[in-house]
């Protein structure tokens, strides 16, 4: 019989690298020709921001944000671990990887039989030449893709990758699942999102250019409404929910990202949004996260949290609250990260 467990995870990339290259991203944006000449050095910062770079420029914060984030991916794992699913279905955002100038889909699922990966070079493991072979699941796949496009939901699927064998957001959320490397046994469904919208092929999904060519690139058409990808995460749910199988539903991202905060200046996230939304979602206002506008996501720089949208109108459509949330804040480590986790 059908059950279902939904989860929350970040899947933020320096995760994977050493502490001491943890706000390579911040020494990024101070690099910015239009940077206030008052943020260029931390004298000029708030004074929680430069208290997190401290006199090492981050790197003992690293210690401490990765300690916070590894203690939640090891909790998530052991939920998994207690639900054994069938398969992982992992909403996740494409940045510039499959979705590229050659097709923008809304959304996609990977209907791949199975997927090979490595992790990043100089990473955290150790690992040099390690490939991660996980399964995917095409018959869930194409169960899911039928149904969705039946419910009036026009579903983009693929057989094999576009450009890129599999997106940072389904990869990352292994290697964090599986950061104690103990080994990854369950099938993925990789679902991903379109989140960049404006920003996918003019930003290539990821840090603002600022060399005359990416300052002066035309915005492309927007993302997904939210509300919309809200519902599709409701029918997700509903047709899993009388499928033959146990999933677990993950959404794979962190949140308002410092890089697409213009008001901060790319330097740190929107963490007010970010908490106004953890609240919502922690006391199951479902209303409140459907309702989010697509502009208020652009201007808090939170185009990620549209994975999260899904998990939302799953958990609605389940009519589930969360049991367990944690949200970890920070100045100079790019992204706020939330963590959920909701058996059945
Ligand atoms: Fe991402």
Not at 109 to 136: H, L, Q
Not at 141 to 167: I, N, V
Not at 280 to 290: D, E, H, M, P, Q
Request: hydrophobic share 40%.
């Amino acid at each position: 019989m059908a059950e279902i467990l939904a989860l929350g995870i970040s899947h933020y990339p320096p995760l994977s690298g050493k502490d001491d290259r943890m706000a390579g991203i911040l020494k990024r944006m101070l690099r910015n020709p239009d940077l206030p000449e008052h943020l260029r050095t931390p004298s000029g910062w708030p004074a929680e921001m430069r208290a997190e770079w401290g006199i090492d420029e981050g790197t003992a914060s690293a210690a401490r944000h990765r300690s916070a984030l590894v203690g939640w991916m090891e909790k998530t794992r052991a939920a998994l671990d207690d639900f054994n699913p069938d398969f992982v279905l992992i909403w996740g955002d494409d940045q510039y990887e499959n979705f590229r100038e050659d097709i923008i889909p809304p959304y996609c699922i990977s209907a791949y039989e199975k997927f090979a990966f490595s992790p990043p070079v100089d990473n955290v493991w150790g690992e040099t030449d390690k490939t991660y072979e996980v399964p995917g699941h095409r018959a869930a796949a194409k169960l899911l893709a039928t149904r969705l496009l039946e419910a009036g939901f026009d579903t983009a699927y693929a057989y094999k990758p576009l450009h890129h064998e599999l997106g940072h957001a389904f990869t990352n959320a292994v290697f964090y699942l599986d950061y104690a490397r103990r080994g990854f046994p369950y099938p993925i469904v990789p679902f991903a999102v379109n989140c960049y919208g404006r920003k996918v092929v003019s930003q290539r999904g990821g840090v603002p250019r600022f060399d005359t060519a990416g300052a002066a690139a035309e915005l492309d058409p927007p993302a997904p409404a939210p509300w919309r990808l809200f519902d599709l995460g409701a029918a997700t749910a509903r047709i899993l929910a009388e499928s033959p199988y146990r999933v677990a539903l993950l959404a794979s991202s962190g949140w308002s990202h410092a890089f697409l905060t213009g008001k901060n200046h790319f330097l740190w996230p929107d963490t007010p949004a970010d908490r106004a939304m953890y609240e919502a979602l922690r006391s199951a206002n479902y209303k409140a996260w459907r309702g989010y506008s697509g502009q208020s996501v652009e201007d808090s720089g939170q185009q990620e949290i549209l994975n999260w949208m899904c998990l939302a109108g799953a958990l609605s459509a389940l009519d589930r609250a969360p049991k367990e949330t944690g949200f970890v804040d920070t100045w100079i480590f790019n992204s706020s990260k939330a963590f959920l986790i909701a058996p059945p």
